[in-house]
Structures are given as structure tokens and as C-alpha cells.
């Protein structure tokens, strides 16, 4: 048995949307920049699929602008809120401890070329709470991201109040959706997102695609020059077949989002149970308000790294949190934010299931990665000393 379950760094290509880019890399190969027949149905293949990703929002066609990825639109919203910011003289950056890193990492960037950045503090529920955004707004906030759910534990964050203290104060919100988007029900209207990145690979879509949601009125400036593509947002002839594919996808996704919530939930419910009964384990974040396929433990006394190869060799694959940052040997930074100590950070597992799994696998990973981890522990002269009360657990 082999049972993928890190939908949470990619998703499977849904049948559907595999068939409609087959099709367009079949029909639709013209440049929608042309001019003549071939590049107008592009164009039109074009528009269609904005249309379809702003409806899906909430949004305007107008308001989408197709990119790579999510990192690639974080990149873009958050520098382009920095510089209209500065235009301004407002040079304060806010976000939280435990963004992606296509969000940290460029507010680093910021940082260096004289932005200031408060990274707001998480707590061990793993929620960032919207009175400490308020709290931390001053005259020269140009900009606010907060995560719509983190990547690592699933936790879906105070998107709409946030948005609502930064609408008061006449501040620019931004989201990454990435890892919400296709999975929990976004309306950037109600919810008061000025800007939302989203990835489509993430939803069962194609690699190498997103989007980029901007309120009107809000400027964007182009990382890539070169091109008038997507109104001079961003150069380069755009990917046709990628973007029906997304555009095919999130309409999916929309469709079956409360069919596929409810069975996601229920599978994600069981394998907490089954997990929690795992003697010195922690479930991270809120058991309720989090991803409907989203499952992240830690266990005392083991290292992750050898977990998820144990787990590989049974036929389970998982991780042990984000994709991005799997080569690094550092533990992670989501969980030291939520208080966990290093030594129990460098034990998690996070687990993402699909509409594909079944509650037969979800069984069947509660026996085996019990039995890992008391494999594991069984070797770790750290749990030796634990078990004999020469450290005190922390679990």
C-alpha cells in the first residue's frame, strides 16, 4: 500500500484539468499578444480563465494577475505595497512570525533597502491575534500580510477582522492563500483582502501557475520587465495551457469545496484521534480551526528526518513541513513560534490528506507511525534518559 498524504506541498493534477490543458497545448497555441486569429482565441482562452478565478474570489477580472506561483505573487505584493507605501513616506512593514518564506525572506529583502518590519508574535493555539495587529499599527504602516492558513499546521488565521483594522486605518492588507485556496470558501469583498496570492498546483492544478488578486486602485509594479503582458504587471508571454488548467481547477475545486471539506474533516478527525493516543505526542495548533485535510504532531524523543523515512519505506508519504524548506537541517520555524522547545520541533510529521485517501489508509498510518515512533524512541538514547527521569519530558 502506498498512500500519499503531503497535499500540502503539492496536490495530484486532476483528470479534468490535465484534459483541458491537453487540449489547449493541442488547439490553443497562439501568442495572445498576436494579432490574428490564432492569437485572439489565446486571447479569449486568456480572459476566460481571469474571469474564472475572479469569480471563484469574489473579485474583478481586472483585479487577477497571472503569475508563476505564490511565491512569486507574495514577492510582488508585498514589494509593491512597500514602494507605494514609501512613495508616501510610510516605511512600516507588518506580518507575523510564521509566514512562508516567500514572505519573510522579502521583508528580509525589504528590511536591508531601509523598510522597518514588525513580525507580530504566534501563539501556542497557532493563531496570530488581531488585536496585536492593531496594537501595531502606526502612521508609516504601508502594509499588513497575515496568512490565510499556514502551510505547516493548517491553522486558519483571523483573515477578515485583520482586514477590517487595516480598512479602518486605511492600510494595505495582504494574504497568502496559497495553502486556503481551493480549500476553504474566499471572498475577498467580505473578508476585506486588498491583495491574495494563490498557487495552483495546490489545489490540484498545474505547477509553475498562480495568481495574484489586487484591489483596483492599488498599484502594482512589475517584477519581470520586458513585456505589456498582463496590463505591464508582468512581462513575458503568459502560459495558456497552465492557466485553463488553474482556472479549470479552482472552478473544481468551488464546486465540490463542501463535499470535499466534510470528508477531508472527517478523515483528519480520525487520524488526530488515533495519533493523540501516541503516549507523548502533541498535536500542533487548533484540533478544529484549521484545514480540513491538515494534520501536524510532534513526538518527544525522535527525530523527524528518520520518521518520514521509516514512514517512505512503509508506503506512507508525509513531511515534516514545508516543502520549501526540506533540505534544511534547522527545526521549524512555525513551531518554535507556537512555543514548541527545538528538541520536540525537530520531531514533527505533518500529514495532508485529499478526496483520495480513505479512512482504511487513515487506519493504517495511526498503526504504522505509532509502531515507528516506538521503534525510533526505543534507539534514542535522548528518550532513554527521558523514560529514566534524567530530563523531564515536555510533552
Known amino acids: 500500500m502506498r498512500i500519499y498524504a503531503d497535499n500540502a506541498a503539492t496536490t495530484k493534477m486532476a483528470k479534468p484539468v490535465i484534459d483541458v490543458m491537453t487540449e489547449y497545448m493541442e488547439k490553443v497555441y ?13 486571447a479569449e482562452a486568456l480572459a476566460q480563465a481571469r474571469e474564472c478565478v475572479a469569480r471563484v474570489l469574489g473579485a474583478e477580472p481586472k483585479e487577477i494577475t497571472f503569475t508563476s506561483g505564490g511565491s512569486e505573487a507574495d514577492n510582488q505584493a508585498i514589494r509593491s505595497a512597500a514602494l507605494w507605501g514609501k512613495r508616501k513616506g510610510k516605511t512600516h512593514l507588518i506580518s507575523t512570525a510564521f509566514e512562508h518564506h516567500a514572505v519573510l525572506h522579502t521583508l528580509k529583502k525589504l528590511e536591508s533597502e531601509g523598510f522597518s518590519v514588525t513580525l507580530l508574535p504566534v501563539y501556542g493555539d497557532g493563531f496570530v491575534r488581531a488585536e496585536d495587529v492593531k496594537a ?6 504601508a502594509l499588513v500580510s497575515v496568512m490565510f492558513a499556514n502551510n505547516e499546521i493548517g491553522t486558519l488565521q483571523p483573515v477578515k477582522e485583520v482586514g477590517a483594522i487595516c480598512r479602518e486605518a486605511g492600510v494595505i492588507f495582504h494574504t497568502d492563500a496559497v495553502q486556503a485556496a481551493g480549500h476553504v470558501k474566499i471572498d475577498v469583498e467580505e473578508m476585506n483582502i486588498d491583495m491574495l496570492s494563490l498557487s495552483a498546483h495546490k489545489f490540484y492544478g498545474p505547477k509553475g501557475v498562480g495568481a495574484l488578486y489586487v484591489r483596483k486602485g492599488i498599484p502594482l509594479f512589475s517584477l519581470i520587465e520586458g513585456g505589456a503582458q498582463e496590463r505591464s504587471r508582468r512581462a513575458g508571454t503568459e502560459n495558456i ?14 464546486e465540490r469545496l463542501e463535499e470535499n471539506g466534510v470528508y477531508e474533516r472527517k478523515l483528519r478527525d480520525a487520524l488526530i484521534e488515533g495519533l493523540s493516543k501516541i503516549p507523548h505526542a502533541a498535536l500542533n ?3 478544529e480551526k484549521r484545514l480540513p485535510g491538515n494534520v501536524n504532531f510532534c513526538f518527544e524523543g525522535i527525530e523527524g528526518e528518520s520518521l518520514l523515512l521509516l514512514l517512505d519505506a512503509k508506503g506512507i508519504e508525509a513531511s515534516s513541513g514545508s516543502a520549501c524548506t526540506s533540505g534544511s537541517l534547522d527545526p521549524s520555524h512555525v513551531l518554535l513560534a507556537i512555543g514548541r522547545p527545538h528538541e520536540v520541533a525537530h520531531g514533527s510529521l505533518r500529514l495532508t490528506l485529499s478526496p483520495e485517501n480513505t479512512m482504511e489508509e487513515v487506519e493504517y498510518m495511526i498503526r504504522e507511525i505509532a509502531g515507528v515512533v516506538e521503534y525510533l524512541r526505543g534507539m534514542s538514547p535522548m528518550w532513554e534518559d527521558l523514560e529514566k527521569g534524567v530530563r523531564k519530558h515536555v510533552i
Open 30 to 42: 497562439g501568442n495572445p499578444s498576436s494579432l490574428h486569429s490564432t492569437g485572439q482565441q489565446a
Open 136 to 141: 501595531a499599527l502606526r502612521e508609516d504602516t
Open 241 to 254: 495551457p497552465g492557466i485553463a488548467g488553474m482556472a479549470k481547477a479552482i472552478l473544481l475545486a468551488a
Open 285 to 287: 495548533g487548533d484540533p
